[in-house]
């Protein structure tokens, strides 16, 4: 097995948090490329040491999976929000359809949501991909879960 | 009268953790408290079980794309490359360099 065979089934949990962030196909498949790429030439040398991966057992390549998956997602995070921000008005113009709610959210706080509700990821662990203060973390969870259902509820008053 | 004050604050302050408990925001001392709380107060469950569905809920508006299966393909030929390019080893003799140059050739 090689390193790419280890991080291709990550391949669309990487394009669903870049989407969430951009919801624009092309966009989001050129984050996660650049985010794949500052990965590889920032941890080049960890990637290479640990490249003997056909003596790893199956539980070792699961946890050498995820923490690859970690440090590609704590670039995207930081690529991803910031390219978000700099495309918010022309994101505006081609606003989704769909899950609006969720979009009209700030860069952040949709990343932080994605990482817990959808990845499932525990709050120390978004602190470690996001480089955020855990009280950030936590107060942007508490934004976005507050603002995406009480939308919900405006949307189902009469 | 004091007792039964007490009690509701601490009622009150459990109900207050328990979409912190849900999130995984308790630390290990106050998760451990918690869940012994629940134990004793088994009519808390429900109010857990409320919180749950709001979960559901809040998952239900969160967009999960998928690409698809050419889409797919294509991105994983991108990593692929990327990952041929940017962690390829350099060559340490006069030998490694025309095997690599040999292999760089024959994948193109």
């Known amino acids: ?67 690859h998956f970690k440090g590609i997602l704590a670039y995207m995070a930081e690529i991803g929000v910031r390219r978000s921000t700099q495309l918010s008005d022309q994101l505006k113009r081609t606003r989704a359809q769909e899950f609006v709610a969720f979009f009209n959210l700030e860069p952040k706080v949709k990343l932080v949501i994605f990482l817990r509700y959808e990845f499932q990821f525990t709050v120390d662990e978004i602190v470690d991909i996001t480089s955020m203060p855990r009280y950030e973390v936590i107060e942007k969870l508490h934004n976005g879960r507050f603002l995406l259902l009480n939308d919900m509820n405006d949307g189902v008053r009469p | 009268m004091m007792e039964k004050t007490q009690n509701t604050t601490t009622y009150i302050s459990f109900q207050k953790k328990i979409v912190s408990y849900l999130d995984g925001s308790l ?62 080893e350099e060559p340490k003799s006069f030998m490694e360099k025309i095997k690599f140059s040999w292999e760089e050739w024959i994948n193109r």
Do not use: C, G, W
């Not at chain 1, 919801?23 to 989001?28: C, I």
């Not at chain 1, 941890?43 to 003596?55: F, G, P, Q, V, W």
């Not at chain 2, 998952?59 to 390829?88: A, D, G, H, R, Y």
């Open chain 1, 1 to 67: 097995m090689d390193f790419f065979e280890l991080v291709q089934p990550l391949t669309d949990k990487l394009f669903r948090l870049a989407y969430s962030l951009i919801p624009d196909d092309l966009q989001a498949e050129q984050i996660v490329i650049d985010s794949l790429n500052v990965y590889l030439l920032k941890e080049k040398k960890s990637i290479l040491a640990s490249r003997d991966l056909e003596t790893l057992s199956n539980k070792d390549i699961q946890l050498a999976r995820r923490n």
């Open chain 2, 27 to 88: 630390s290990n001392d106050d998760k451990s408290e918690f869940e012994a709380f629940v134990r004793t107060h088994p009519e808390f469950e429900a109010q857990i079980k409320t919180k749950e569905d709001e979960i559901s809920l809040l998952k239900s508006l969160i967009p999960v794309m998928t690409l698809s299966k050419e889409s797919l393909e294509s991105l994983k030929n991108e990593m692929k490359l990327s990952i041929l390019n940017l962690l390829k």
